[in-house]
């Protein structure tokens, strides 16, 4: 005798069955119930009351009939999509039509049942894993689609259930992971502390201020399940809000973690839909790497990447740098943090951290890195810095007392340069002095201007000429253009020009330092220097 709580689809199966039985043979009848047309929409319904709405749809090709625990099974190949991510695996529907299980790619399994608690085994005693080796091209989403191990059933009541019209339910049960080197992280170590956070959905004109209770519970590889904290309390404010609520976990044990979160366990709400309450989710847990960050020295570099003059000048930009050694076997990504503090400041002010930086080099097995950042000191006095590693402590280290060192540079004010050429020398070649004052036509020969920066602070990029009058002209001529790069205030810097002496008489050379003075100097009247000398 059929019954309105019957699951609808087994009515269906039964009154096209007894439509088909007569003129059928016992092999024909035992294969109607697996086709596409009975087994899919079964599916979809079932997703549909799972939680997913009409925003999930399965299209599975049968495969044919294989046994089961204890029925004949459907076995079925395809995909189900759910706003927009593919999910690729297998299904399997048994006889009764009242049991499903779903098998990802990546293993991981979910059960539907109608008429009560479902495990896999009940339906497949053999596990239905894909082997690595039959894997499809589509990847499996980060998130795979997880259906929750609910009890369904599927009814057409006369009558509604509540007098009110509300649904509170899960939708998405997550592991926070941190972001390393600016892409997610893919794995979860043991000993370091995550977040589980559950997604929320209020729904119906009925659902403002009830409250209910939220908890969380976690079972360990080999365990089972363990509260996780305490029992919370929540009110809905609103129709259709979306709520979060986080629970913190440390694994200490690699291996499978089961998660799961239970929305009004105590059943003290009547909701519309009293099966989509708990959401599970599985993760794996790996060994921490072997990584030990340590930095070993920090120096300050000029901007040619000479080392900084010390005092260094106010108003120029310099290089803080720091060596970094991972002395572990695993290569591991360096996240710095740099502060500063000028000489009046009482605390430190972040110079560049993980937001500035960019993407992080990686370090390990002893191997040394450089990492650093620009600054420009504003006023004379004394400037600290502290360099610090893995600050979030993302990795578990074996020694986390040697992530951070500290240095200082003492600036003083700074002034104006003053290029001055001290001497134009004669030499035979670019290594030695040529000492005679006297050129023998025919040879060739090199000056050397030297000129000194007098002033306090360095010159920045300027050109000089060096011209020369040949015996017997009256015009001065172009010997040499030069682009000098940054003289350094106190150094001294070189031009060597090579010329030949290609007829007796008197040789004249002039040579103007910053020739279009685009170097403001502290002294302009000093940046000529004249060499006289005659060839015979």
Same mark, same amino acid.
């Given at each position: 005798?059929?019954?309105?709580?019957?699951?609808?689809?087994?009515?269906?199966?039964?009154?096209?069955?007894?439509?088909?039985?007569?003129?059928?043979?016992?092999?024909?009848?035992?294969?109607?119930?697996?086709?596409?047309?009975?087994?899919?929409?079964?599916?979809?319904?079932?997703?549909?009351?799972? +939680?997913?709405?009409?925003?999930?749809?399965?299209?599975?090709?049968?495969?044919?009939?294989? *046994?089961?625990?204890?029925?004949?099974?459907?076995?079925?190949? @395809?995909?189900?999509?759910?706003?927009?991510?593919?999910?690729?695996?297998?299904?399997?529907?048994?006889?009764?039509?009242?049991?499903?299980?779903?098998? !990802?790619?990546?293993?991981?399994?979910?059960?539907?049942?109608?008429? @009560?608690?479902?495990?896999?085994?009940?339906?497949?005693?053999?596990?239905?894993?894909?082997?690595?080796?039959?894997?499809?091209?589509?990847?499996?989403?980060?998130?795979?689609?997880?259906?929750?191990?609910?009890?369904?059933?599927?009814?057409?009541?006369?009558?509604?259930?509540?007098?009110?019209?509300?649904?509170?339910?899960?939708?998405?049960?997550?592991?926070?992971?941190?972001?390393?080197?600016?892409?997610?992280?893919?794995?979860?170590?043991?000993?370091?502390?995550?977040?589980?956070?559950?997604?929320?959905?209020?729904?119906?004109?009925?659902?403002?201020?009830?409250?209910?209770?939220?908890?969380?519970?976690?079972? *360990?590889? +080999?365990?089972?399940?363990?509260?996780?904290?305490?029992?919370?309390?929540?009110?809905?404010?609103?129709?259709?809000?979306?709520?979060?609520?986080?629970?913190?976990?440390?694994?200490?044990?690699? @291996?499978?973690?089961?998660?799961?979160?239970?929305?009004?366990?105590?059943?003290?709400?009547?909701?519309?839909?009293?099966?989509?309450?708990?959401?599970?989710?599985?993760?794996?847990?790996?060994?921490?790497?072997?990584?030990?960050? *340590?930095?070993? !020295?920090?120096?300050?570099?000029?901007?040619? +990447?000479? *080392?900084?003059?010390?005092?260094?000048?106010?108003?120029?930009?310099?290089?803080?740098?720091?060596?970094?050694?991972?002395?572990?076997?695993?290569?591991?990504?360096?996240?710095?943090?740099?502060?500063?503090?000028?000489?009046?400041?009482?605390?430190?002010d972040v110079l560049t951290d993980r937001a500035l930086y960019g993407r992080f080099p990686s370090s390990g097995n002893g191997r040394a890195v450089d990492v650093g950042w620009t600054f420009m000191p504003a006023e004379a006095g004394r400037y600290e810095f502290r360099v610090v590693i893995d600050e979030r402590n993302i990795f578990a280290e074996t020694n986390e007392n040697n992530n951070a060192l500290e240095a200082s540079l003492t600036t003083r004010q700074s002034g104006l340069p003053d290029l001055h050429p001290i001497v134009i020398s004669l030499l035979n070649s670019t290594r030695g002095s040529y000492r005679e004052l006297t050129l023998r036509t025919g040879n060739r020969y090199y000056i050397d201007v030297a000129t000194n920066n007098i002033g306090t602070l360095e010159a920045g990029r300027h050109t000089n000429w060096i011209?020369?009058?040949?015996? +017997?002209?009256?015009?001065?001529?172009?010997?040499?253009?030069?682009?000098?790069?940054?003289?350094?205030?106190?150094?001294?810097?070189?031009?060597?020009?090579?010329?030949?002496?290609?007829?007796?008489?008197?040789?004249?050379?002039?040579?103007?330092?910053?020739?279009?003075?685009?170097?403001?100097?502290?002294?302009?009247?000093?940046?000529?220097?004249?060499?006289?000398?005659?060839?015979?």
């Amino acid at each position: 005798m059929l019954s309105l709580n019957h699951n609808p689809w087994q009515i269906m199966f039964l009154l096209f069955t007894a439509l088909l039985l007569f003129g059928c043979t016992s092999e024909q009848v035992n294969s109607l119930w697996c086709t596409k047309q009975v087994v899919n929409p079964i599916i979809n319904t079932y997703l549909q009351q799972a +939680g997913y709405g009409d925003n999930v749809s399965a299209d599975l090709e049968v495969v044919g009939q294989t *046994a089961g625990t204890n029925k004949p099974l459907c076995s079925l190949n @395809g995909t189900i999509t759910y706003n927009g991510t593919l999910w690729r695996g297998k299904a399997y529907v048994d006889q009764s039509l009242t049991n499903v299980l779903l098998v !990802s790619e990546d293993g991981t399994e979910s059960c539907i049942s109608s008429t @009560g608690a479902c495990r896999s085994t009940d339906i497949l005693s053999v596990s239905a894993f894909y082997p690595s080796s039959k894997k499809s091209s589509i990847p499996t989403p980060i998130s795979p689609i997880i259906i929750p191990r609910v009890n369904l059933t599927i009814i057409t009541p006369t009558t509604p259930a509540c007098a009110e019209t509300l649904d509170y339910y899960p939708y998405i049960l997550e592991v926070d992971l941190p972001i390393i080197a600016n892409a997610w992280a893919r794995n979860i170590t043991i000993n370091k502390s995550y977040n589980i956070t559950a997604h929320f959905m209020h729904k119906g004109p009925d659902a403002r201020g009830k409250q209910y209770s939220i908890r969380f519970y976690i079972k *360990a590889p +080999g365990g089972s399940w363990q509260p996780l904290g305490e029992r919370q309390m929540h009110s809905s404010m609103s129709d259709n809000q979306v709520y979060q609520l986080r629970k913190e976990f440390t694994p200490t044990t690699p @291996g499978r973690y089961e998660l799961k979160v239970a929305l009004d366990e105590e059943n003290a709400i009547c909701e519309t839909n009293e099966s989509n309450n708990v959401r599970t989710a599985s993760i794996s847990v790996v060994n921490q790497p072997r990584v030990d960050f *340590a930095v070993r !020295s920090i120096r300050f570099l000029d901007s040619d +990447g000479t *080392a900084a003059p010390s005092p260094a000048t106010t108003g120029l930009r310099y290089w803080v740098n720091a060596s970094v050694v991972n002395s572990q076997p695993d290569s591991a990504p360096i996240e710095p943090t740099i502060y500063w503090k000028g000489p009046r400041s009482q605390s430190w002010d972040v110079l560049t951290d993980r937001a500035l930086y960019g993407r992080f080099p990686s370090s390990g097995n002893g191997r040394a890195v450089d990492v650093g950042w620009t600054f420009m000191p504003a006023e004379a006095g004394r400037y600290e810095f502290r360099v610090v590693i893995d600050e979030r402590n993302i990795f578990a280290e074996t020694n986390e007392n040697n992530n951070a060192l500290e240095a200082s540079l003492t600036t003083r004010q700074s002034g104006l340069p003053d290029l001055h050429p001290i001497v134009i020398s004669l030499l035979n070649s670019t290594r030695g002095s040529y000492r005679e004052l006297t050129l023998r036509t025919g040879n060739r020969y090199y000056i050397d201007v030297a000129t000194n920066n007098i002033g306090t602070l360095e010159a920045g990029r300027h050109t000089n000429w060096i011209l020369w009058m040949q015996p +017997g002209e009256s015009q001065w001529a172009l010997l040499n253009t030069s682009n000098v790069v940054i003289t350094r205030a106190g150094n001294q810097g070189h031009n060597i020009i090579p010329f030949t002496a290609s007829r007796a008489g008197l040789y004249r050379f002039e040579a103007w330092i910053d020739f279009w003075n685009n170097i403001t100097e502290s002294n302009e009247n000093n940046n000529v220097v004249r060499l006289n000398i005659t060839a015979s």
